[in-house]
């Protein structure tokens, strides 16, 4: 990336500690040899083995499984997230990504309540917020779970009060984060972390006009589904939903995501197979991170180092969900090429 | 067995006729037996035909779904499932080989499978949903096939006990008792002219 293109990283010396911790952690980032490595184990034992190397070895007892490598890759994460809240001055970094996992558990409840279902599969144990709280608000037992979240709960029920798709639940609670990340953005005043959501928020949009065209869907889906606050207007994209692939194609080759659209447009063009898009978007928002390594003293290199262990826990999800059900390795190994090149 | 049959000419032609009926009746079902077996094969034909695609279908679709499901939190792809957006309605009639009554299912579709937002979710999760769509018409056709087999296997597993029944017991002893019925009238027929030229030679003696 060259030099001109990087954007200002203001110096805050209350992170001047906790940089030094996060390079320290980020040389333990399981990279492509670790991955190959756990790749290549023989054995469930083996497998353990190289993740015990790199730092979930405290999560793996006598008695636990490989199997079991969900909770093992949520208790690693957890700890990673506790890390960055007690090293980060203020808690902010860490409390905007574990909010992720609050509106997940949130649409989660809304969703279950909605149809009768049981939401405790779909729960994660990673958000910031208590379940019970959540539910003690849907249930009318309590007022309030947090501002932001009672915005959306107000605003779920007041639009199931006219319909009743689930689906709108879920688009609705996306569109709230998104709002909130922004405002929580701006409140940080860190230039990186706006155009770092912009930029999530582009390549979602992007995504979804593929996904969204491949299903044949309807227009309104799209209008429901783009998240604002992109650096491409969402008029474009939906201008682009009447369009042929080709032109929408060449469209983003005229983007910041034109490398995106050349290494895996042939592939969504000719096959239809939008796989090594979504990777190829989750490289570039990890090279986008890679400018926090210019920082010595900020939040940026933090929320870099957890957008890693994120593609870490990613990678080692393939990796593990594959092998124990007897993917050819060949096949896990192409997805791996996505990742590391 | 020996059957208890009054030698009549009566009974004769009784039996005669009882004969003649069962022959044309075991033709018949034997006929029947024959070309059902023949639906039966084709049946069978089609259903395999059919077994392998929905078995391609459905480890496609079920490669698909863990290619997916490797990308994506547990959580989160229960959450993404929770839901689905189409009503699937399956109307059944009453379809028809060899006069016995199948049933006949048809699938309707309304709204679109994929009932998530795109946020949280992958392009790979959508594709394994279209192949289990895609394969779900398939798995109906295919219990359909499955439950005409079953019925029509019973109607020749029946139909193939009556033809047995007719071609071993009911030919057979109706052949007996007619055979015994004409030997018992030859007898009697014997006897009484051998009573009539008894008669005459006494007669003819006076």
Known sequence: MAYSSLIKMKWDSRYLSAVGNIRVLEKRIMGRPAMVRLLEARSEDEMCRVLGDYGYGEFLDDGSSIHDFESILSAHLRRSYELIEKMSAGRLIARISRRRYDFHNLKALLKADLLGEDPEPSLSTLG?????????????????????????????????????????VDLLVDKAYIDYISKMGSEIGIQFFDRLVSKQVDLTNIKTLMRIRKMESNRKLLVDALLPGGEIDNAVLLRLY??????????????????????GGGEWLHKG??????????????????????????????LSYLMQKDKEIKILRIILVGKINSIPLDLIRERLTVFYG | MQQQVSATRMELMNYKKRLVLAKRGHKLLKDKRDEMMRQFMILIQDYRDLRNKVEAALSGAFQGFIVARSG???????????????????????????????????LEYKGDIIGY?????????????????????????L???EKAIQLLAVDIEKTRRRVNALEHVMVPSLEDALHQIVLRLGEIERSALTRLMKVKDIVRKH
């Open chain 2, 143 to 145: 219990s359909e096939k």
């Open chain 1, 242 to 263: 009447d369009r042929s692939n080709e032109d929408i194609l060449s469209a983003l080759r005229r983007t910041s995501y034109a490398s995106i659209a050349n290494a």
């Open chain 1, 128 to 168: 910031e917020i208590p379940v019970s709280r959540m539910k003690d608000v849907l249930s009318g037992k309590a007022k309030e779970i947090s501002p932001e979240l009672d915005v959306v709960v107000r605003d779920v029920k007041a639009y199931l009060e006219n319909e009743s798709s689930p689906q709108v």
């Open chain 2, 72 to 106: 994506m939190a547990n959580e989160f792809l229960e959450e993404a499932l929770l839901t689905s957006k189409d009503k699937i309605s399956m109307t059944v009639s009453k379809g028809n080989i060899m006069n016995i009554k199948i049933p006949k299912l048809s």
């Open chain 2, 117 to 141: 937002g795109f946020s949280e979710t992958s392009g790979d999760l959508d594709y394994s949903l279209k192949l289990f769509a895609d394969a779900l018409p398939l798995m109906v056709r």
């Open chain 1, 273 to 302: 197979d939008i796989s090594k898009l979504e990777h190829l978007s989750d490289n570039f928002i990890l090279g986008y991170l890679g400018q926090a390594r210019i920082v010595t003293s900020g939040p940026e290199p933090l």
